[in-house]
């Protein structure tokens, strides 16, 4: 992932807010398919929210960290059970981040 600072953090905090989550992770944890399912989302969209049911809060950031590095993604920010993924689309590049 890339390294962000706080303004592009709160920046992107911001444009995830009304989302949705649109992957959801399970018992099973961070699996093949889920990377798979994060990559496609996070190359559609750039950011998304992922949702980690159950677990405690060590496993869900251990899961959080582990798409993010798996992904190539940015954790830009988690609450509770509900992490905001970042990963820039070259092609798409809807989201314009500030410079600092």
Partial sequence: GMELSERQRKYLRGLAHPL???????????????????ARALYDHELIKVKIRGADRQARDAAFDSLAQRTGSTLVH??????????????????????T
């Fill in 20 to 38: 949705e989550p649109v992957i959801m992770v399970g018992n099973a944890g961070v699996t093949e398919a889920v990377v798979r399912e994060t």
């Fill in 78 to 99: 988690r609450i509770g059970h509900v992490g905001v993924l970042y990963q820039r689309n070259p092609a798409l590049a809807r989201i314009l981040i500030p410079d």
